[in-house]
Every structure is written in structure tokens, then in C-alpha cells.
């Protein structure tokens, strides 16, 4: 079993930064990868950036964010920040962290960000 928890999120006006951090809790992990989502009001659920923990931390960033999001683990492999430069109003929403071990996703329960124009 794998609890994540999360922190960071508020509110930010637009142009500024925010830290998001993510730990992974449980007992023997060895997670493949970890991962940043987040849910606008009245959409789906969609990625920003995921991370391998195994396999040399390759990333992957959807296109609204590349250039002003970066991901990144901690050494013990348990950890996910993300760092969110230049947010936009758009950018609003909550932000989920998800894990994927032994072929089954964990997901966090979420942390508001709010970008004010």
C-alpha cells in the first residue's frame, strides 16, 4: 500500500512561482514512476509531468506547461516536487500527485493552486 502526501499549493498571482512536493509512505516501495495531475472546475483530470523513479528519471510534460514547470525526485526515490515558474490563470486547479507501483496507481488527495490575474 502507498500513501502519498502532499504539500505546498495556495494561491499565487499570476507570473509568480509555487513549490509542490509529493512523499510516497509505505513499506518496501519500489515505485516506477511519479507524477503531477490536476483537475480545472468542470474538467477532466489531466497530466502535467511525470517522472521514472527507476530507469533514470526520464520526464515527460504536457504542452501547456513545458518551459515553465519543472519535475523533479529526491534521492530516496519517495519524493516528487514540482516547481511552477511563470503560472498562469489557467494553471488554477487542484493538483494531484500520483504513484504507480507493481502495475497500480496511488493517488494523493490533492492540493488547491490558485493563480490570480
Known amino acids: 500500500q502507498v500513501r502519498l502526501v502532499e504539500s505546498g499549493g495556495g494561491l499565487v498571482q499570476a507570473g509568480g512561482s509555487m513549490r509542490l512536493s509529493c512523499s510516497a509512505q509505505?513499506?518496501?516501495?519500489?515505485?516506477?514512476?511519479m507524477g503531477w495531475y490536476r483537475q480545472a472546475p468542470g474538467k477532466q483530470r489531466e497530466l502535467v509531468a511525470t517522472?521514472?523513479?527507476?530507469?533514470?528519471?526520464?520526464?515527460n510534460y504536457a504542452d501547456s506547461v513545458k518551459g515553465r514547470f519543472t519535475i523533479s525526485r529526491g534521492n530516496a526515490k519517495r519524493t516528487v516536487d514540482l516547481q511552477m515558474n511563470s503560472l498562469k490563470a489557467e494553471d488554477t486547479g487542484v493538483y494531484y500527485c500520483?504513484?504507480?507501483?507493481?502495475?497500480?496507481?496511488?493517488w494523493g488527495q490533492g492540493t488547491q493552486v490558485t493563480v490570480t490575474s
Open positions: 500520483k504513484a504507480t507501483w507493481a502495475q497500480y496507481d496511488y
Open positions: 509505505g513499506s518496501n516501495l519500489m515505485l516506477n514512476d
Open positions: 517522472i521514472t523513479i527507476t530507469g533514470g528519471g526520464r520526464t
